[in-house]
């Protein structure tokens, strides 16, 4: 089955700085690549999603980059700000794959002023 | 709007007990999943419902059975609690078969002793 390694697993950046979240995955049949940010007691929201037939997909401050050929896709954060912080889950699936959708580990961003 | 409802929000359980955690979206959804989430683990698929009237297992579904009541209702028994089964626990649903565009509920803190 698919495998989704993330990394770093914890991130500190200051304010205003740039926040890179790298995962790789192992099954070529994969995808569909979601991101999904958690807040402190809350459970985990959509932040962005891309598909294998697109290369790159920005939506204000974030963007995500997919290479297909190695395998790694990766969420880039600009301008940070306190409300970033949070943890930050990668994933990847199969559309077809009725729900098999497999997350990485997390990444705790700690973003200081 | 509600989104996804979870209840209830924490419960401490002794080995051997048995429970139910509820869930209902009011999305008209038509796919709804349980994962849970353990600490560097990221989240797991215990059970999932592709459809009303449908369920099949996720990644680690031993020790858990789920009722997909209706369209709007998936619960989650614990029929027999063991220590392993401390975790947090999020429904989610989306109007997508492939677990694509996921809404979750706030979770459900778990504690066996």
């Known amino acids: 089955g698919e495998n989704v390694e993330q990394h770093p697993s914890t991130l500190s950046v200051q304010e205003g700085d740039s926040a890179v979240i790298k995962c790789t995955y192992s099954?070529?049949?994969?995808?569909?690549f979601p991101w999904y940010k958690q807040e402190l007691g809350k459970g985990p929201q959509l932040i962005i999603d891309?598909?294998?037939?697109?290369g790159e997909k920005k939506d204000q401050r974030i963007a995500v980059t997919l290479n297909k050929t190695a395998k790694h896709f990766s969420l880039h954060i600009t301008e940070t700000q306190p409300e970033d912080s949070a943890v930050y889950f990668c994933?990847?699936?199969?559309?077809?794959?009725?729900?098999?959708?497999?997350f990485g580990a997390g990444t705790q961003v700690v973003v200081t002023p | 709007n509600a989104g996804v409802t979870q209840t209830p929000k924490f419960q401490v359980l002794k080995t051997g007990q048995s429970m139910t955690l509820q869930c209902a979206q009011d999305?008209?959804?038509?796919?709804m999943y349980w994962y849970r989430q353990d600490p560097g683990m990221g989240l797991r698929l215990i059970y999932y419902s592709a459809s009303e009237g449908t369920t099949d297992k996720g990644e680690v579904p031993n020790g858990y059975n789920v009722s997909r009541l209706n369209k709007r209702e998936f619960s989650l028994r614990l029929e027999s609690a063991a220590p392993s089964q401390t975790s947090v626990y999020f429904c989610a649903s989306s109007y997508y078969s492939g677990a694509e565009k996921l809404f979750f509920g706030s979770g459900t803190q778990l504690s066996v002793l």
């Open positions: 891309i598909r294998s037939n697109v």
């Open positions: 999305m008209n959804h038509n796919s």
């Open positions: 099954d070529s049949a994969s995808n569909y």
């Open positions: 994933a990847a699936s199969i559309t077809d794959s009725w729900g098999k959708l497999q």
